[in-house]
């Protein structure tokens, strides 16, 4: 099979966002732009920040996403000086891959705010955003242990204590992803085995694909998909080889629902909605890092009610507790 790349429908829009123009906007009029290193339409973490530009929105905020190709960094770049040139916009959100252009850019304009958000940069204009993925990786961990291991409840499991993680690339926030993933699963299961396999992108959906397929011959009953939108490409390989997959990012239960248990959201169109509200009233903490955890719901895990029984729901609703409480301390890769 062959992938095309899952947004070229709107990958021509990139261009067309190059150079901004227009009358400035009403000083009454709450703006907040998005500078992306992406296209939407990937059902997952780009998907999810739009969501919270959505709501926004419609309380009467002014928003704009300027997407760009992933192969593009000029772009990026440009759009980026562009947006914080025009005075034109309250605040300026941009995130993944974008760190070393904010960091550029951000000190040229010392009265314009920033929030960087799945990253971190320490200047006094950008309000930072992490989020605690490791915590909502835990959960994931201990479902897809259970889930290898349960033959009753997951009969497209063989009942080894295998399973994989198919990741994008070998950066800080994706072994975080690890890190929390394997936690939970030897919590379960002591003696599982996880496979870790580096696709090198976050946009190889083909590539994806193939590995995946390549850790399900080597055993693995679950795959924990931490790839953006190459991850459509895991949970399609899961699929077609009738196997489990735990999505990312966003709701992909109903991709492939037959196969997908559940997904670890990382809710990052709520930390935006929050933080433009904290913005406009002038509670924001510039200069500052935000973490969004299990405890305020930053990350969580969300089944697919068809494939996961309540029983099962119950031990990582316990786990959770546990995490929230402090009892359990989930590693980290921060």
Known sequence: MHFRTLTSTVAALAATFAVLSGPTMAQEEFSAVYVMSDNLGDMGFNDNAATGFKRAEEEGVKTRLLQASPTDPQLWRQNLEAVSNSGDWDVIFTGPNMHDNLAAVAPQHPDQKYVFFDDQLDEPNVLSIKYAQNEGSYLAGALAAIAATDKEDFPLTDGEPKIAVVAGMDLPVIQDFILGFKQGAATIEPDIQIQVIFIGNFNDAQKAYDLTNTAIENGANVVYNVAGPAGLGILKAAADSDKYAIGVDSDQNGIHPDNVLASMLKQIGNSIYTSIGQ????????????????EDDGVALVYNDALVPDSVKAKIDEAKAKVVDGEIEVDSAF
């Open 279 to 294: 913005i406009k009233d002038g509670t924001a903490e510039f200069g500052t890092l935000k973490t969004f955890g299990l």
